[in-house]
C-alpha cells in the first residue's frame, strides 16, 4: 500500500528536494542534521540519530542527531557498548538494508521490564523505535534511527516505505562521504609529515587541483616568485614554461590513478626576480583509497637554490658530539662559506676556524671539507 515513495512523502517535489539534500550532504557534513530534521519530519518522529558502529578509531565518524541533545543520546548509548542483552535479538530479524521496527524484537512485557527500557527508553521519550541498517561500502555499516513517545504508537509501513525509499540514495551519499573523510585523513596524516620537510611539497588531487601544501610550499606560493595559485591550480608565471608544466603534472597524475609511480620528471621555472630558477621534480603518488575526490594522486617537490639551508646544528650535536662553536662552522661551511670568511662571520681567527673545522672532521670520521659538506648533504633534514 505504501510502496509508492511520492505517496509517502505527499508529492514527487518533496521527496526530490530530501534527495538532493542527502547528496548534498556527501560534501559537507554539516548538512546532515538538516537531512535527519527533514526525514524525521516525514516519518513525524520526535527523535532521530544517524551513527555509525565502529571500534575503529581511524573510521570516519558518520555520527549526527536531529532534535536530540547528545546528553540523552548518552546514557543509551552507553548501555549498548556495555551488554548486548537486546541487541543481537533485535538485529536478528532484519538483516541490512530493510527497516527494522521495535515490536517484532521483543514482546511488549518483556521489553517494558528491560533495563534499557528502564533507563533509557521511557525517561528519554525513546520508547517507539524504528530504523534502517545502511551497509556503507566495506566500513562498518551505519545505522539510521527514529524515535517518539509511547503515546503516539508504533511507527508503521508507511514509515518504513519513506526509509525503502530513502535508502538508496543515503548508502550511495554515505559511501562517498566516508570515503571523502579518508582522503581528507590521509592527507591531513601526510600533511603532518610532509610539513618537518624544509623542501616544499604540493600534492595534487587526480583532478590536477592543489590539496596539500607544506609550510614551505606556503611561503613559496606566497611571495609568488616563480609559481602561483590559480583557481586551485599550480601555474608558473613564465606561460612558455606553464605549458610544459601543465603537462608534466597531468602525466603524472595519471600515472598516479593507474598506480605506476615510475615515472618521474624534472624542470627548471625562471622567477622575475632574477634569482637563480626554482627546482621542480614532479612525481606520481600511490594511494590506497578508491576514490579520485580528494586524494593525493601525484606530488610535485621544489628546491629554492636561494634559500640558505637550515642549520644542522643539533643533529651534528646529537650524531657527533659537536660543540656549540664547532656546529656554527660546520653550518657555515655548509652554506658555501670559506674557512677564512666563517672565520670572520664568528669573531674568530683564522687559527682558530681551521683548529675548529679539524675538531668537526674527526668526530664526523671526515678527512677533507668537502667530505664534510657531503655528509651534512645526506643529514635527515626538517624544518
Given amino acids: 500500500m505504501y510502496e509508492n515513495g511520492e505517496q509517502s512523502f505527499d508529492g514527487a517535489q518533496n521527496l526530490l528536494s530530501l534527495i538532493e ?4 550532504a556527501s560534501d559537507k557534513a554539516s548538512l546532515w542534521p538538516v537531512v535527519l530534521d527533514r526525514i524525521a519530519e516525514a516519518v513525524d518522529g520526535d527523535q532521530i540519530a544517524l551513527f555509525s558502529n565502529s571500534a575503529d578509531a581511524a573510521a570516519p565518524n558518520v555520527s549526527s542527531l536531529a532534535r536530540m541533545a547528545p546528553k540523552d543520546l548518552a546514557p543509551y548509548t ?19 538494508g530493510t527497516v527494522r521496527y521495535s515490536p517484532p524484537a521483543a514482546p511488549g512485557t518483556e521489553f517494558d521490564s528491560s533495563e534499557i527500557c528502564g533507563d533509557c527508553r521511557i525517561p528519554h521519550g525513546m520508547y517507539c523505535r524504528f530504523g534502517l541498517k545502511v551497509p556503507v561500502s566495506d566500513r562498518p555499516v551505519a545505522y539510521l534511527t527514529c524515535m517518539r513517545p ?13 526509509f525503502k525509499t ?27 609529515v610532509v610539513d618537518m620537510f624544509d623542501r616544499a611539497v604540493i600534492g595534487l588531487s587526480g583532478e590536477g587541483i592543489v590539496v596539500l601544501l607544506n609550510r614551505e610550499a606556503e611561503r ?5 616568485n616563480g609559481l602561483k595559485l590559480v583557481r586551485g591550480r599550480l601555474v608558473a608565471v613564465s606561460s612558455s614554461e606553464n605549458a610544459k608544466l601543465q603537462s608534466q603534472i597531468a602525466k603524472a597524475v595519471e600515472n598516479g590513478l593507474m598506480q605506476n609511480t615510475a615515472q618521474s620528471t ?52 646529537q650524531l657527533y658530539g659537536l660543540s656549540p662553536a664547532e656546529c656554527r662552522l660546520a653550518d657555515m661551511l655548509h652554506q ?48
Fill in 21 to 24: 539534500l542527502i547528496y548534498d
Fill in 78 to 96: 552507553a548501555y549498548y557498548k556495555s551488554t548486548r542483552v537486546h541487541t543481537e535479538r533485535c538485529q536478528a530479524p532484519f538483516p541490512a
Fill in 150 to 162: 509511547r503515546q503516539r504508537g508504533h511507527f508503521d509501513e508507511r514509515e518504513g516505505a519513506i
Fill in 166 to 192: 530513502l535508502l538508496p540514495h543515503l548508502q550511495r551519499s554515505l559511501r562517498h562521504y566516508v570515503q571523502s573523510e579518508q582522503a581528507k585523513s590521509e592527507i591531513k596524516n601526510l600533511k603532518s
Fill in 220 to 224: 613559496i606560493i606566497e611571495i609568488g
Fill in 266 to 317: 624534472a624542470l627548471l621555472l625562471s622567477r622575475p626576480s632574477d634569482q637563480v630558477p626554482l627546482q621542480l621534480a614532479i612525481t606520481p603518488f600511490e594511494s590506497n583509497l578508491k576514490s579520485n575526490n580528494g586524494q593525493v594522486a601525484a606530488l610535485v617537490y621544489i628546491n629554492d637554490p636561494a634559500k640558505l639551508p637550515n642549520s644542522c646544528g643539533t643533529l651534528l650535536r
Fill in 336 to 383: 658555501g662559506l670559506e674557512v677564512r670568511e666563517a672565520a670572520y662571520r664568528a669573531k674568530n681567527t683564522l687559527e682558530t676556524a681551521r683548529f675548529h673545522l679539524k675538531k668537526v672532521l674527526a668526530k664526523t670520521g671526515t678527512r677533507r671539507q668537502s667530505e664534510l659538506i657531503r655528509l651534512m648533504m645526506t643529514l635527515p633534514r626538517i624544518a
